[in-house]
């Protein structure tokens, strides 16, 4: 087997999944939201995606370093003029520079055509938020069915009654919501909807003001 071409192809095929879990991870929705609705594609989660991510673009950087290596004259020759002299701010250096630094600075700076990506990229968040919808707070499936209860203004045992009735499984309020999902093979924001099922109170929040202002006494 030759290593130069095992290099290439890891590399090509490396950055063929990197662009596309890129892709994947710009689309899906918040974190909060992920994890709160049990966001899937293709049966992954968004964290399943983001590690698959991780180690293919540590892949994918090991074999474009030996791939430098592999073809470090013809990319030394890129650096020299027509003298063969060594010059490493050559025409196409300084353009590729240029466009590195032009992203860069269009990026913090949020300038077209930069700020239309990072707009369309806060779009999509938006729109994953408006269909998978909003956890009262964030990482709520991490708490467990005691504590969200309470801080959602919830009676626990209440709570517990609910979900027992509406047929999930639950020992006890100490078990995480996202247990508990995992447990009835359901999603976090299932077992809210359960636990509240029937519940007339109003969530927890602002207060409405009232209808008329109060009366104030007379001096």
Same mark, same amino acid.
């Given at each position: 087997?030759?290593?130069?071409?095992?290099?290439?192809?890891?590399?090509?095929? *490396?950055?063929?999944?990197? &662009?596309?879990?890129?892709?994947?991870?710009?689309?899906?929705?918040?974190?909060?939201?992920?994890?709160?609705?049990?966001?899937? %594609?293709?049966?992954? *989660?968004?964290?399943?995606?983001?590690?698959?991510?991780?180690?293919?673009?540590?892949?994918?950087? &090991?074999?474009?370093?030996?791939?430098?290596?592999?073809?470090?004259?013809?990319?030394?020759?890129?650096?020299?003029?027509?003298?063969?002299?060594?010059?490493?701010?050559?025409?196409?250096?300084?353009?590729? %520079?240029?466009?590195?630094?032009?992203?860069?600075?269009?990026?913090?700076? =949020?300038?077209? #055509?930069? *700020?239309?990506?990072? !707009?369309?990229?806060?779009?999509?968040?938006?729109?994953?938020?408006? /269909?998978?919808?909003? #956890?009262?707070?964030?990482?709520?499936?991490?708490?467990?069915?005691?504590?969200?209860?309470?801080?959602?203004?919830?009676?626990?045992?209440?709570?517990?009654?609910?979900?027992?009735?509406?047929?999930?499984?639950?020992? !006890?309020?100490?078990?995480?919501?996202?247990?508990?999902? =995992?447990?009835?093979?359901?999603?976090? /924001?299932?077992?809210?909807?359960?636990?509240?099922?029937?519940? =007339?109170?109003?969530?927890?929040?602002?207060?409405?003001?009232?209808? =008329?202002? #109060?009366?104030?006494?007379?001096?």
């Amino acid at each position: 087997m030759q290593m130069r071409k095992i290099t290439s192809l890891t590399a090509t095929l *490396s950055f063929i999944v990197v &662009l596309a879990t890129s892709v994947i991870l710009y689309i899906v929705p918040q974190g909060r939201v992920a994890y709160w609705a049990d966001w899937r %594609l293709w049966g992954l *989660s968004k964290e399943q995606w983001g590690e698959i991510h991780i180690n293919v673009g540590l892949l994918f950087l &090991l074999a474009l370093a030996l791939h430098i290596y592999y073809n470090w004259k013809p990319l030394m020759a890129y650096l020299k003029d027509r003298a063969r002299r060594m010059k490493i701010f050559t025409p196409a250096f300084n353009v590729a %520079l240029a466009i590195c630094v032009i992203t860069v600075a269009g990026t913090l700076f =949020t300038v077209p #055509p930069f *700020s239309w990506v990072l !707009d369309l990229n806060a779009s999509l968040k938006d729109a994953g938020a408006a /269909k998978y919808g909003e #956890p009262p707070y964030g990482h709520a499936e991490l708490s467990t069915l005691n504590g969200f209860a309470k801080k959602v203004e919830l009676d626990p045992q209440a709570a517990l009654v609910r979900l027992r009735a509406a047929g999930f499984q639950a020992a !006890d309020g100490n078990q995480t919501l996202l247990a508990l999902a =995992t447990l009835n093979k359901t999603t976090p /924001k299932a077992i809210y909807a359960a636990m509240t099922a029937g519940e =007339t109170k109003a969530p927890a929040g602002p207060k409405a003001l009232p209808a =008329t202002a #109060p009366r104030v006494p007379a001096a």
